[in-house]
C-alpha cells in the first residue's frame, strides 16, 4: 500500500475502527501531499487533509501517514532487522504506556510473515506541523536540549529495569543479533564514509574509524551491561517536535532494550554545537539523571550514569558511517549535516577520551 492507494473509504474504515472518527460521520474527501514529509530510504511519509460528512465529532483534518519503501530489494535487506514491526508494534503496543509524549495513532496495520512480500504496514498518525521541528544541521539550543532530556528521562524511568517490556518480544535486546548486524553494516560502508569524510578526521580518530567495527559488539555489551529501559535508539534533533514545555518524539523503528545512557550520548555527542556542549554538559547530565530520581530510579548514581554516556558517545561513531551506505553526496544539506556531526562527534570523543573504550 502506498499514498496513491489511500481512498476515502479506506480512511473512514480505518478512523471508525480506532474510534477517531464516530460512526455518525465519514471521510467525504481526502488530499496527500506527499512532497510534506518525503520519501526516504527505508520508506514514505505523507500528509492527509481530510473532509468530513455527518457528526465527525474531534477527528482531526490533516493527519500523517507513513509506509514503508515499496523497492523490494529494500524490504527483503531491512526485513531482518524487523525494524517495521517495531515502530508498528511500539504504536499499538506500548506508545501509553511511556509518560513522553508521541504523536497520536488514529491506525496501525502490523502483518507480519516471514515473507517480507507479504508483510503490510501502515501508520496514521497526529500531524505535528504545527510544532516547532528540531533541526541537526542547526543543532539544538540549550532550551530544546533541556525538554528532550526531561522527556527521555520520562521514558527510562517509566521502563527501567525492563519493567513493562517484559511480553514485548518485538523489542529486541541490545545487544542481540539484530543489532549486531551493525558490525557488518559499517565495515561495508566504511570506505565511502572514509572516501567522502576523510580528511576531516583527526588522527587519533582515523584509527578509530578503522577499527570501530570490530568493537561495535563490545560497546553494545557494554549497553547491555547497564540498567535495561527502552531505548529509542535514534534520539536526535529531527526526531524531536517541541510544544511549549514538551518533547514530542518520532520514529520508534530502532527501539531496543538497554542502556539509557547510549540515547543520551547520541544527543549530546551529535545534536549541539561543542561550544555549547561544553559550556552547559554538566548540566545537562544532572537534568536527565535528576529526571531519573525523580520519577523513582534509585541505586544508579550520577558517576556511573557519567561513565556509562561515554561510552554512548564514542558508540555514535557508527551513525555518520552508516549514513554513507545511504547518502546522497549530492544534497547539500546532508552533507553539511554529517560534516557538523563529524565535527560535534570528535569534539566529544576526545575531551572525554571515550575514543578509548576502543580495543586497537
Known amino acids: ?13 480505518v478512523l471508525q475502527g480506532s474510534g477517531t472518527l464516530p460512526a455518525t460521520g465519514r471521510v467525504a474527501s481526502l488530499t496527500v501531499d506527499d512532497g510534506a514529509a518525503g520519501v ?6 505523507g500528509r492527509i487533509e481530510v473532509t468530513y460528512e455527518g457528526d465527525a465529532g474531534d477527528a482531526p483534518s490533516s493527519m500523517v501517514v507513513k509506509f514503508p519503501t515499496a523497492n523490494p530489494d529494500i524490504m ?3 526485513h531482518p532487522t524487523r525494524v517495521y514491526e517495531r515502530e508498528h508494534r511500539f504504536y499499538g503496543e506500548l506508545a501509553e504506556q511511556t509518560p513522553m509524549r508521541t504523536p497520536a495513532a488514529y491506525h496501525v496495520t502490523c502483518e507480519t510473515s516471514d515473507d517480507p512480500a507479504a508483510e503490510r504496514y501502515v501508520l496514521v498518525m497526529e500531524d505535528l506541523y504545527s510544532l516547532e521541528l528540531g533541526d541537526q544541521v542547526a543543532g539544538l539550543t540549550l532550551d530544546q536540549t533541556e525538554k528532550a ?8 524511568a517509566n521502563f527501567w ?6 511480553s514485548a518480544d518485538f523489542v529486541p535486546d541490545i545487544d542481540g543479533p539484530l543489532n549486531l548486524q551493525g558490525q557488518m553494516i559499517y565495515d561495508a560502508s566504511l570506505p565511502g564514509f572514509l572516501e567522502l569524510f576523510g580528511d576531516q578526521l583527526v588522527p587519533e580518530l582515523r584509527e578509530v574509524a578503522e577499527v570501530y567495527g570490530k568493537n561495535h559488539p563490545l560497546l553494545l555489551r557494554r549497553f547491555a551491561a547497564m540498567p535495561h529501559t527502552l531505548v529509542h535508539f535514534d534520539f536526535r534533533a529531527d526526531n524531536l517536535f517541541f510544544d511549549g514545555d514538551d518533547v514530542v518524539v518520532i520514529d520508534f523503528q530502532a527501539i531496543s532494550k538497554g542502556g539509557g545512557a547510549a540515547d543520551v550520548g547520541y544527543l549530546l555527542g551529535q545534536n549541539l554545537d561543542a561550544d555549547l556542549r561544553r559550556e552547559h554538559e554538566d548540566d545537562l547530565l544532572r537534568v536527565y539523571h535528576q529526571g531519573l530520581l525523580d520519577h523513582g530510579v534509585t541505586g544508579y548514581e550520577f558517576d556511573r550514569f557519567v561513565a556509562d554516556y561515554h561510552v554512548g558517545v564514542m558508540y555514535g561513531w557508527v551513525i555518520p558511517v552508516f549514513a554513507t551506505g545511504t547518502l546522497d553526496s549530492s544534497s547539500e544539506r546532508a552533507m553539511t549535516l554529517w560534516t557538523r556531526v563529524l565535527q560535534r562527534l570528535q569534539d566529544a570523543i576526545l575531551q572525554h577520551d571515550a575514543h578509548h573504550v576502543i580495543e586497537r
Open 40 to 45: 526516504g530510504f527505508m520508506g514514505s511519509v
Open 149 to 156: 532530556l526531561r522527556g527521555l528521562a520520562l521514558n527510562h
Open 161 to 166: 529495569d525492563g519493567a513493562g517490556l517484559e
Open 1 to 13: 500500500m502506498a499514498t496513491a492507494d489511500l481512498t476515502a473509504e479506506w480512511l473512514t474504515d
Open 76 to 78: 527483503a535487506m531491512m
